[in-house]
């Protein structure tokens, strides 16, 4: 029940902010920000320095409150597995990998892989994708989720990758059910302007809502 109740919350969000940092001190201000700015769907990648580390930690510190952890950037299924024990609640990748997908079946957690065709969104559903991960989503831009979604009107798409305040609106208007959000997201942190970030992450929450409405 728990895997559904998970999908359930990314959905009702429709914003996963993906944390890209330097540290696991710079990791967790991000966050803290985000939150401060309403979004609660957290993408740990395993480009961050002692991610899994940061994971267990954020896992145990959130578990009580509305957060979700989660891991990204996740190549393959020993990866996978690493976070999965770690607490992370579901798992992204900028691939398609059939085994990363069959080990979160195996432990009942969502995973939502990378595509870019349609060949590959079909193999993801065949696997049991709960959320297809449309990346990189600038090099398509809104339009390609409607085109998806023709012949998949059964699948859950969600773009990453050159998706920013501007356009957020647009990716919902076009089909999917949340959008992923790193860079423009988190570029306030670049400079210490932890308050930037808490004013993007609220811009990011009202243009889904507004696109929703």
């Known amino acids: 029940m728990k895997k559904f109740e998970t999908i359930e919350k990314i959905i ?3 914003v996963v902010a993906v944390i890209r940092s330097e540290s696991k001190e710079q990791a967790k201000l991000m966050i803290d920000a985000i939150k401060k700015g309403g979004i609660k769907i957290f993408e740990i990648t ?7 580390d940061i994971i267990k930690e954020l896992a145990e510190e959130y578990k ?3 957060a979700v952890i989660g891991a990204g950037t996740v190549l393959d ?3 996978a ?3 999965i024990l770690a607490g992370s609640e579901f798992i992204v990748s900028p691939s398609l990998n059939l085994d990363t997908i069959k080990i979160c079946n195996k432990y009942a957690i969502p995973v939502m892989p990378g595509i870019m065709t349609v060949t590959e969104a079909v193999m993801a559903l065949e696997y049991g994708a709960d959320v297809i991960k449309v990346f990189p989503g600038n090099a398509y ?6 085109s998806f979604r023709g012949p998949l009107p059964q699948a859950n798409f969600m773009p990453t990758g050159g998706v920013n305040v501007e356009n957020a609106g647009e990716w919902i208007k076009a089909g999917a059910v949340a959008i992923g959000t790193g860079g423009d997201l988190t570029k306030g942190a670049k400079t210490g302007d932890y308050n930037l970030v808490t004013e993007t992450a609220a811009k ?3 243009a889904v809502r507004k696109a929703r409405e």
Not at 46 to 52: L, R
Not at 141 to 146: S, T, V
């Open 12 to 14: 009702d969000a429709g």
């Open 141 to 146: 831009g809104p339009a390609i989720i409607k």
């Open 46 to 52: 395993m480009t961050v320095p002692g991610a899994v």
């Open 64 to 66: 009580n409150e509305d």
């Open 77 to 79: 299924p020993e990866t």
């Open 204 to 206: 990011f929450v009202e």
């Open 81 to 83: 597995r690493l976070c």
